[in-house]
Nanobody
Framework: QVQLVESGGGLVQPGGSLRLSCAAS????????MAWYRQPPGKERELVAS????????HYADSVKGRFTISRDNAKNTVYLQMNSLKPEDTAVYYC????????????WGQGTQVTVSS
């Protein structure tokens, strides 16, 4: 059974940091492209960052470049999102996504974790 379980969300003040984790199981994690998406209140889901399988190339939305870092640990089947210098506009539900690089029908989502940036 495929599972993606996000953790690490919460309430943080502007300028603060959070580290999200997404633990994967039920598929060959190292073969998949991993990504973080977010959905702000009342808005559509958007791509935040992605990381390829091998070699680990990364891509970031312009709004988070220089502040967020995506990484993966294939030995732990986990992908991370380090978020620094957080802003109120980063408030959203953050989702983890796994996509097979060739067989795109093999796409999986986590349940999401809430990140709230507020003073």
């Amino acid at each position: 059974q495929v599972q993606l379980v996000e953790s690490g969300g919460g309430l943080v003040q502007p300028g603060g940091s959070l580290r999200l984790s997404c633990a994967a199981s039920g598929f060959t994690f190292s073969s998949y492209v991993m990504a973080w998406y977010r959905q702000p209140p009342g808005k559509e889901r958007e791509l935040v960052a992605s990381i390829s399988n091998t070699p680990s190339n990364t891509h970031y939305a312009d709004s988070v470049k220089g502040r967020f870092t995506i990484s993966r640990d294939n030995a732990k089947n986990t992908v991370y999102l380090q978020m620094n210098s957080l802003k109120p506009e980063d408030t959203a539900v953050y989702y983890c996504k796994a996509v097979h690089p060739v067989l795109r029908e093999y796409t999986y989502w986590g349940q999401g974790t809430q990140v709230t940036v507020s003073s």
